[in-house]
């Protein structure tokens, strides 16, 4: 094993709440009179800044006050359902299987972030947990990711990253590290085998990936 520490993604990754990050999309949507996405063109078309695949998927520019409108409700919305989300079914194994430090850095915001991971039994597992703390997300992870790094004390070359999509990966390579994408969370797995990068069904076949990297 040459990576050291594992960074781990939350919403798609450890927490399985595609079907809730689609419904409250879907409520924001409905608010501005959008249409209603489906979860597999959710998957397809979803990215970030998330701004682009609003106006994509409304098929009109959004401005920064009409996205801030947006992802208000959206998070309102997913607050509701938040109580019913579970656990990706191997998320406990996998975290627990490897040998190595490991830290959760999420997009999520960091206060509501903090007590959703403690009420999951998990928070002992990490050596640090960090979610987003401004007020509005939507943003690429890579400064984040860097300043997690750097918060801790770890080399981004010593680093591998799990997350389900395509900007974990971005964030992972931007610090020098390494990334392994879960093909279970936001991202269409298609789009995740056609980018090269490490990919696995499960979060325990991704722990395994990352101890080869």
């Keep these: 094993m040459t990576s050291k520490h594992l960074v781990w993604d939350w919403n798609g990754t450890l927490l399985d709440d595609l ?10 949507f409905a608010a501005v009179g ?12 979803f990215r970030r800044p998330v701004a682009e695949f609003y106006a994509e998927m409304l098929g009109r520019a959004i401005d920064d006050e009409e996205f801030g409108r947006l992802d ?9 359902g938040l109580t019913g989300i579970s656990l990706a079914a191997d998320a406990q194994t996998a975290i627990k299987t490897w040998p190595g430090t490991q830290s959760l850095l999420s997009m999520w915001f960091h206060s509501e972030l903090v007590p959703a991971v403690e009420g999951y039994g998990l928070t002992g597992l ?12 939507g943003g690429f992870k ?8 750097e918060e801790i004390g770890v080399d981004g070359q010593d680093v591998v990253l799990i997350g389900d999509s395509l900007d974990d990966a971005d964030a992972a390579e ?6 392994v994408l879960y093909t279970g969370g936001f991202t269409d797995p298609m789009r995740l085998r056609r980018s090269g990068r490490p990919v696995a069904d499960t979060l325990v076949e ?8």
């Design 19 to 28: 079907h809730l990050v689609v419904s409250s999309t879907n409520t924001a």
């Design 34 to 45: 959008g249409r209603d996405v489906g979860a597999d063109e959710h998957r397809r078309a």
């Design 72 to 80: 208000r409700i959206f998070h309102d919305a997913y607050r509701v």
């Design 126 to 137: 990490f050596t640090r947990i960090d979610g987003l703390r401004a007020e509005l997300g």
């Design 142 to 149: 890579a400064a984040h990711l860097a300043t997690h790094l």
């Design 174 to 179: 931007s610090v020098g590290g390494k990334s």
């Design 206 to 213: 991704a722990v395994r990936t990352a101890m080869s990297l």
